[in-house]
């Protein structure tokens, strides 16, 4: 097994055993939404229309709650030490924990927005539309966060700071994953348009993302 | 293989902790860093190990692999172990030697410091001691010729350190060399002293 197999392999499981928190961020995910209707009262046209914008908010807060798991706890406990002294470019080795990362905690975002689109009387094909957008967008908001997470590793509990440095990055993610929800609900922009600006936003936090973080690690050693 | 370190200078939180450091370390010898608390021993292990940044002077490895970083040659065991205490003894030892070698030998290591029967069982249940074991376990199962132990029998019952010492002889002679930060001897008989903070 390759060096940035077996990371994947063990950030896999890291996430799925117990104190993991793989489940916590579909689980937060499962709440927010819930409290919405509650909150906004029994209106279901107009829980209909602001529903894919609810979806992506929850998605994006949950996305966030498990960001100190990414590389904030191994500096904890002296294993990016050993990650700094591998043979292998930490460009790699930052890209792999971040799929892994997604893997745990984006994906199962999308496979439980089917079930929230029921709690918000979404169309079928607007939930397609919300889980598509969110399949996409998803990647990205865990890219985008590792930079968060390598910036603030050095800080000793650091989670808070993350959501302030990641929050406003995500805005255009945010902006054209529910316009491009929106489009294929009510219209009256084709769907491609937004959801291509939002296939190519999440292609650049990959690259800037991953990019960004190996560069802050390094600064971050200390 | 020579690790030569010139003029050394290292500054973390805006403090000086050492400068003007110089050492030469020759293949199959070891350097014992010695010094009171705070003087920086820890430091210096991490600057060779390129974890912290240097100040100023020269560190060079002198026939070593030229492509890679004096830290890419080297095992570092510092204060915390990098263990994770939801994977088995077995599961954190094979990521560690695939993610930074081959993925060999893990099985012979773990016998090699008496872990084998608790191969299975969660890190979250080792012992201190045991812990420490599971490191040097690494540093057995991966070859890289630069040791850089901080306090590395800290924990240790008599037994494994005197283990240790048998595994520090081998790796020196085999043509490793290793660098130990510690408050007194740990077992290697011709050791040469870098002392820091002044005479003692």
New interface residues.
Partial sequence: ???L???F??DF??AV????GALIGVLFFLIVVTLVPFAMGPDLALLARVGPAILWIGALLASLLTLDRLLAIDH????L????????ALELTVAVKASAHWLTTGLPLVIATPLLGLLLNLEPKATAAVALTLLVGTPALTFIGLIGAAITVALRRGGLLVAVLVLPLTIPVLIFGVAASNAAIVGPVRFGTPFSILCGLALMSMVVGTFAAAAALRHA?? | MRLLGSDLACFRGGRQVFSDLSFTVEGGEALLVLGPNGVGKSSLLRLVAGLVPRFAGALRLEGGDPELTIGEQAHYLGHQDALKPSLTVDENLVFWSRYLGSGQETQAALAAVGLETIAQLPAAYLSAGQRRRLSIARLIAIRRPIWLLDEPTSALDAAAQAHLAGCMGQHLAGGGLIVAAAHGPIGLAAAKELRLGGAP
């Fill in positions: 097994m390759s060096p197999a077996a990371l392999v063990r499981r890291l055993r117990v104190g993991g904890e406990d002296g294993s030490d050993l990650i700094l002294t591998a043979r292998v050693i200390d």
